[in-house]
């Protein structure tokens, strides 16, 4: 199939079709504490500060003639995900980091987002798994905080409202144990103003087959894609596991479903042990790892992905600077979602904004546009469930 190589993007920045809706034992250095930078220089100097020419070196591939660009240029950082959902900039904040958007209202310019992705919600009210539920660890940390929510219609009286009043569009990640779950869910949320899509997390057990996931599954990923397809007109994002072998047949059969965009990617199945030595850490044993260990992982499967569908991707993993946000553009990325840097640095989004429009002024680009798909081969490669990395 051939690899996706754009993304298509509005100039205005406007949403067609949308309402205008207002323990280690031993102890580590964090590895998501806030990485404090000196503003990008658009017209291509280089910094005299040690770190930020470090990072500078980082962000070009190769060495790149400065092209001296107005300071005042617009660049154009639209993108749209399908159905209608236009962004005004290709940085999302990850379900699951950011509350519901209220929380940090107050230290964020929440407005200057591309999108909101809500915390997980459920049809029916969850208090989550016991606890703990959240470690760190060397480049990361483990989560197990098991869906806690108020629950689908309590979150629509005590949100929506709010969202509605917002110009960045939010984005109701949306979770179930069986197909029945997520398409009542999603039928609940359709037509309730401040809504402006909805983010499938796949990643849960499918009563329906023994615990097994959806999203480790291409029939029973394709079949809960298909169900909500056809019960919601809402541009629909459906989030990928890499807990599985080869994923690209699971991106190609959701794809086929109906999704308009793919997430990549949720976190890594992991453990922690406890001080004692006698029993796994968290609570519920076993934990979803996230943070910076997690990128060249999400980085393979978005390579991998954006060669089989032709629906823009959306990657997740261990973004914490401009760098990493230009290296998933590379492998074909059209937006991506910063999540565990959050909770060190929730500043981190918007400030990424700005920081990409500066490096495309800087490159003499008017659009991002340009950025997607550069480290992406002519022809679809072969996948690393091959065995290819062990070749002599």
């Known amino acids: 199939m051939k690899a996706k190589r754009r993304v298509v993007t509005s100039a205005t920045g406007e949403r067609p079709g949308l309402a205008k809706r207002r323990p280690t034992v031993r ?8 990485v404090v930078r000196r503003a990008p220089d658009i017209r291509g100097a280089v910094s005299s500060n040690s770190a930020a020419s470090a990072t500078s070196t980082r962000i070009s591939a190769a060495p790149q003639k400065p092209v001296a660009t107005a300071p005042d240029v617009d660049v154009d950082l639209s993108v749209d995900l ?7 900039n290709p940085i999302l904040v990850a379900s699951g980091t950011f509350g519901y958007g209220t929380e940090y209202a107050d230290v964020v310019e929440v407005q200057r987002l591309g999108a909101i992705c809500c915390k997980g919600t459920t049809l029916r009210p969850r208090i989550g798994n016991p606890t703990p539920r959240v470690t760190e660890t060397p480049g990361g940390m483990l989560n197990s905080i098991g869906l806690q929510n108020p629950g689908v219609d309590a979150v629509i009286a005590k949100y929506a409202e709010t969202w509605a009043g917002w110009q960045v569009p939010v984005i109701v990640n949306v979770a179930g144990e069986s197909v029945a779950d997520y398409v009542e869910v999603v039928r609940r949320l359709e037509g309730v103003p401040g809504i402006a899509g909805i983010e499938l997390n796949i990643s849960c057990p499918n009563v329906g087959k023994g615990g097994l996931q959806f999203a480790i599954d291409a029939d029973a990923a394709a079949g809960v894609t298909a169900a909500v397809r056809r019960a919601t007109d809402l541009p629909l ?3 990928l596991s890499p807990n599985v072998a080869d994923v690209r047949p699971i991106a190609r059969a959701i794809a086929d479903a109906g999704a308009d965009a793919l997430t990549a990617i949720n976190t890594l199945s992991g453990i922690a042990v406890s001080p004692s030595r006698l029993r796994p850490l968290l609570g519920n044993t076993y934990g979803g790892l996230s943070g910076p260990a997690i990128k060249p992982v999400a980085l393979r499967i978005v390579y991998e992905v954006s060669q089989v569908v032709d629906i823009p991707v959306v990657a997740i993993g261990g973004v914490t600077e401009l760098a990493d946000v230009l290296d998933y553009l590379a492998v074909g990325a059209a937006a991506v979602q910063v999540g565990t840097a959050i909770f060190a640095d929730p500043t981190l989004p918007v400030r990424l904004v700005d920081e990409l429009a500066a490096e495309c002024r800087r490159r003499g680009l ?10 992406l081969p002519k022809r679809a490669a072969a996948p690393s469930s091959k065995g290819v990395e062990y070749r002599p």
């Open 237 to 239: 994002l459906v989030k």
């Open 366 to 375: 008017t659009s991002f546009a340009p950025l997607i798909g550069t480290a």
């Open 27 to 34: 102890r580590i250095k964090p590895a998501i504490a806030p």
């Open 82 to 88: 399908g159905r209608g959902l236009v962004l005004a």
